[in-house]
């Protein structure tokens, strides 16, 4: 099949290579110059794990293009994917649709035959209603597909999720639009992968619901943790308690910072606003969107806490920048209300990550970088993990006490036992359990 896929960030290079890879002829198309030059010459715009090498196969085998000019691409191809941002709208929270609906427009002028307009982005119930509207009003000579195929990879392990995927969601409102889509995933779909068929408006809605549950789970489980760290319990001992339970599932129960990055904020807040429009408020997701704004600057509180009540003068260390491992990406990181917090307090911040570095600088003022973990903790009177990466699981604890001027871990994703960082001679302050107290 020939598939166009406007827009090449996260999801739309990940999709166009995955589909590449399936054996479909892909183009994608960004309108950014830098990037379409940088993947022309081989450089990823992103850090994702495997994704130059995936890229790299396919456009070998000729299967997988870029480029600026969307026109040639849209052309005679059966799908065309959109897959550009929808942040959410300054002033009033809702996904901002502008880059949607100019995409549907470019799309419009360069149909050539039938094709599907497939929205990949993650957009409000009603916006494939809109696509089709725009496309129709400028295309009334053509016969036009519009579905909705949301994407459900993770950042850091998105090209696994693509490729296996725990279901996929496609919404049509007709025959031959779901049958070209069958024909785009039927390589998965021999893989037994679970399609599940929908109607467009269901399909655009699941996608928030699976966002709105998934942030759900972690903001309950980060309460939890705040009531054992008053009642002298353990968080991950209930989190495993509860997780057994089948219907409760394990996954999504680490308490921490709260959650970042760039689905979950906009995603709960779109779907709030959605359902505010028409007169049914989802309670519950409104509480969690207020509960993790909060607890982000509350995490700058428990590190001051942990330095005795006072920040001002100190050397705060952090590693981790990124809203998760494995990704690059700093959209609504909570390191970046954590720094805001302890600076606002007076700290100075020395800051590492294994690849958030680049992205960081331009959203924070007045950080020192570090080039490793033990450069980062030199001469600091706390080192707060703020991102699990592998990197930071094994560090050398004695190693750290030593360099250290006050050796304290406030360990905001539970990576070490608090036993085994005080055998080491470290204070440790968890998530979700009492702190050690020497
Ligand atoms: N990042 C994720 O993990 C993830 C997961 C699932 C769904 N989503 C959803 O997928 C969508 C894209 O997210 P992302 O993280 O890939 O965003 P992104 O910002 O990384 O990429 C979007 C790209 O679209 C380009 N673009 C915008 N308008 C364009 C146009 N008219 N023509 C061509 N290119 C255009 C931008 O230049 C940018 O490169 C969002 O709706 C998001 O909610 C993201």
């Given at each position: 099949m020939?598939i166009?896929?406007?827009g090449?960030?996260?999801v ?7 589909l590449?890879?399936f ?5 994608c198309?960004d ?6 030059a ?6 990823m715009?992103i850090?994702e ?7 790299a196969e ?11 000019d ?19 709208r300054?002033g ?5 649709l ?12 360069a149909?050539t ?5 497939v929205t ?8 494939g209603d809109?696509v ?7 295309r009334?000579?053509l016969?036009?597909?519009?579905a ?6 993770r950042?850091?392990a998105?090209i696994g ?9 496609i919404?049509a ?8 889509m069958q024909?785009?995933y ?6 037994q ?5 929908t109607g467009?408006?269901?399909?655009e ?6 966002n709105a549950f ?7 489980i ?19 308690g ?5 219907r409760?599932?394990g996954k999504?129960l680490?308490a ?7 689905c979950?904020p906009?995603d ?10 028409y007169?049914?408020p989802?309670?519950?997701?409104e509480?969690v969107v207020a ?11 428990k590190?001051?806490a942990?330095?005795g ?12 920048l ?9 959209r ?5 209300s954590?720094?805001a917090g ?5 700290a100075r ?5 294994p690849?958030?570095m680049?992205?960081?600088?331009p959203l ?41 001027a006050?050796p304290v ?9 608090p036993?085994e ?7 440790h302050?968890g998530?979700g359990?009492l702190?050690?107290?020497?």
């Amino acid at each position: 099949m020939r598939i166009a896929m406007i827009g090449s960030g996260y999801v739309g290079l990940v999709s166009g290579a995955c589909l590449a890879d399936f054996g479909h002829e892909v183009v994608c198309i960004d309108k950014d110059p830098a990037k379409i030059a940088a993947l022309n010459e081989g450089r990823m715009p992103i850090y994702e794990p495997g994704l130059d090498a995936l890229v790299a196969e396919n456009v070998r085998q000729k299967r997988l293009a870029f480029s600026t000019d969307l026109k040639p691409a849209v052309a005679g191809a059966q799908a065309v994917f959109i897959a550009v941002g929808t942040p959410s709208r300054r002033g009033d929270g809702f996904a901002d649709l502008s880059y949607v609906y100019a995409a549907a427009r470019a799309i419009a002028e360069a149909l050539t035959g039938y094709a599907v307009v497939v929205t990949k982005s993650t957009v409000p119930v009603g916006t494939g209603d809109e696509v089709e509207r725009i496309l129709r009003e400028a295309r009334p000579d053509l016969d036009i597909g519009v579905a909705s195929n949301p994407e459900f990879l993770r950042e850091g392990a998105a090209i696994g999720d693509f490729k296996r995927p725990d279901r996929i969601v496609i919404g049509a409102e007709d025959a031959r639009a779901a049958a070209v889509m069958q024909e785009v995933y039927r390589p998965l779909y021999l893989n037994q992968a679970p399609i599940l068929f929908t109607g467009r408006r269901t399909a655009e809605l699941t996608k928030y619901a699976a966002n709105a549950f998934l942030a759900t789970k972690i903001t309950f489980i980060n309460e939890i943790a705040d009531l054992c760290e008053q009642v002298g319990a353990n968080v991950q001992e209930v989190a495993r308690g509860i997780g057994l339970d089948n219907r409760i599932g394990g996954k999504f129960l680490h308490a921490g910072p709260g959650y970042g990055g760039s689905c979950f904020p906009k995603d709960t807040l779109a779907l709030v606003k959605t359902a505010q429009d028409y007169g049914t408020p989802v309670r519950i997701v409104e509480t969690v969107v207020a509960v993790n704004d909060q607890r982000k600057r509350a995490m700058a509180r428990k590190v001051i806490a942990a330095c005795g009540g006072s920040v001002r003068g100190k050397r705060v260390a952090l590693l981790g920048l990124t809203f998760k491992p494995n990704t690059d990406d700093m959209r609504d990181a909570p390191s970046l209300s954590i720094i805001a917090g302890l600076q606002d307090a007076g700290a100075r911040i020395v800051a590492y990550d294994p690849e958030g570095m680049e992205q960081a600088r331009p959203l924070l003022q007045g950080v020192d970088y570090a080039e490793d973990a033990y450069a980062c903790a030199e001469g600091a009177d706390a080192l707060v993990i703020v991102t699990e990466w592998n990197a930071f699981r094994a560090l050398d604890l004695a190693r750290l006490k030593a360099m250290m001027a006050t050796p304290v871990l406030v360990d905001l994703r539970n990576v070490y036992a608090p036993d085994e960082a005080r055998r080491h001679g470290l204070r440790h302050v968890g998530v979700g359990a009492l702190a050690s107290r020497d």
